[in-house]
């Protein structure tokens, strides 16, 4: 399976389905694939499906089924929500599964932190899930390469620039 199949897949497994804000879901899921095209195929391909475990009624099996590579419905499973598992620990266990699901994560942050999703949020919600976020990418940063991280938020989030600068700032030489 290509990424052009891939991306008919997500976007039929996501057909119908709004963001937060009312905007398609498809486009989320494209947009954090386009923050990982730099890295290859089977990192957008993840990124197409990243959420279609989670919020559609598909399965890692029917993915496999389908044709999506193996390593791609790993990376999918990587970042999946799983019952009674808090987002703070999922996100702790995501760093443990290697550099390309912690890529697909930060890609996916960088996205649901962008500056124009955000601004048509409640306050209260808006000010929650900022701070939310910012303590995953405190996680996840530290995980993998900063130019990797560079990369994604330059095409995801350059809004998020500011804040990889100041990290590195912080950082003993």
């Given at each position: ?122 306050e209260e919600q808006r000010a929650r899930l900022a701070s939310k976020y910012r303590a995953a990418r405190g996680i996840l940063w530290p995980a993998v390469e900063d130019r990797d991280i560079e990369t994604i938020v330059r095409i995801v989030n350059p ?15």
């Amino acid at each position: 399976m290509n990424v052009a199949e891939v991306d008919a897949l997500a976007a039929a497994a996501h057909a119908g389905q709004v963001d937060k804000v009312g905007v398609p879901y498809i486009e989320h899921v494209r947009a954090v694939a386009a923050g990982l095209a730099p890295f290859g195929d089977g990192l957008v391909m993840s990124g197409l499906l990243h959420d279609v475990i989670e919020d559609t009624d598909w399965t890692a099996e029917r993915l496999r089924e389908a044709g999506v590579p193996d390593y791609v419905v790993a990376l999918v499973e990587a970042v999946t929500n799983e019952r009674g598992v808090s987002y703070e620990e999922k996100v702790a266990r995501i760093t443990g599964r290697g550099r390309d699901a912690v890529l697909l994560k930060v890609a996916d942050n960088a996205h649901n932190s962008h500056p124009d999703r955000s601004a048509q949020l409640p306050e209260e919600q808006r000010a929650r899930l900022a701070s939310k976020y910012r303590a995953a990418r405190g996680i996840l940063w530290p995980a993998v390469e900063d130019r990797d991280i560079e990369t994604i938020v330059r095409i995801v989030n350059p809004s998020l620039l500011d804040e990889l600068r100041e990290r590195q700032n912080q950082e003993p030489s």
